[in-house]
Nanobody
Framework: QVQLVESGGGSVQAGGSLRLSCAAS??????MAWFRQAPGKEREGVAG??????YYAESVKGRFTISQDNAKKSLYLQMNGLKPEDTAMYYCAASTRTWGSLLQKSDYSYWGQGTQVTVSS
């Protein structure tokens, strides 16, 4: 069984930075990602990582960086240059599939409880 716990959300002004963390427990995780969901919108993939490969949504490229610490089973999302449109609940997700589309929510069986990110203008 995989369990995911996010931390690091908060409120910042536009242009600020936040670093999200996700502590993972359990085995068989093959790849992980960060998703976000704003009120009234679909949950969307933000960034995914498979080994050394990283993938980003166009809206966050150049501003967000995903990384992982395999020894600590931790996933991170460094968010710089935050914009009000980045405001959302952010979720850590883990997959046990061999391979897939890293930013598709249907690929992921395990989800954290979410951490809120609010960016004010």
């Amino acid at each position: 069984q995989v369990q995911l716990v996010e931390s690091g959300g908060g409120s910042v002004q536009a242009g600020g930075s936040l670093r999200l963390s996700c502590a993972a427990s359990g085995d068989r995780i093959t790849y992980m990602a960060w998703f976000r969901q704003a009120p009234g919108k679909e949950r969307e993939g933000v960034a995914g990582i498979y080994g050394t490969r990283t993938y980003y949504a166009e809206s966050v490229k150049g501003r967000f960086t995903i990384s992982q610490d395999n020894a600590k089973k931790s996933l991170y999302l460094q968010m710089n240059g935050l914009k009000p449109e980045d405001t959302a609940m952010y979720y850590c997700a883990a997959s046990t599939r061999t391979w897939g589309s890293l930013l598709q929510k249907s690929d992921y069986s395990y989800w954290g409880q979410g951490t809120q990110v609010t960016v004010s203008s």
